[in-house]
């Protein structure tokens, strides 16, 4: 079972990813589009996809800035293949993709946007280059971790010439040996 997702590669959020369930879709600024993209550049009621013969069909319903695939502006509707780019106005870029379905997989579901995420089946890299996914954060390894010393003994080597100095003089003004020490000083 295919089930197939538009992926923000430009516009106000990069690397959402928009699923297409149903056959009728329409993509715009207002919050009732199946797949709503909140700026100026996009018309409320921007494309229509309609869902025939297995595959999605998009058309430009009159948009103001238009609907481009593949960098060619749409003049009748088109039937979208994965790895198609979908541009809509200048700024806003969709990548359209196909992805696998297990029947049986667990599905995600958002409670913000009623969003499924569906879970794909190892079949095939898409036919378009995309960025990786953000990695999760992992904490550096403790355990065996190397830490410079130098600056540590250094530290501590000043530290104890100058108590070593600072012992050696009270020693010496406590002890009267002055001229002892240092015989050049006048008054010896």
Known sequence: ????????????????????????????????????????????????????????????????????????????PIVLKPGDVVSLGEQIVLVYDA????????????????????????????????SPAPAAYTPPPTAGKKTNMTPIFIVSGVFLVICLCASFFWWVDATYRWCVFFPFMSGC
């Open 1 to 76: 079972m295919a089930q197939f997702q538009f992926v923000m590669r430009s516009g106000p959020t990069p690397g959402v990813t928009f699923p297409l369930v149903g056959d009728q879709l329409t993509i715009g600024r207002d919050s009732s589009n199946a797949v709503a993209i909140n700026d100026s550049e996009v018309s409320r009621k921007n494309s229509r996809l309609s869902f025939q013969g297995g595959k999605y069909v998009i058309e430009d319903l009159g948009s103001t800035n238009g609907t481009f695939v593949n960098g060619k502006r749409l003049t009748g």
């Open 99 to 130: 992805i696998n379905m297990d029947p049986g997989a667990t599905v995600v579901v958002s409670r913000k946007s009623a969003y499924v995420e569906p879970s794909p089946v190892q079949a095939s890299a898409p036919a378009y280059p995309s």
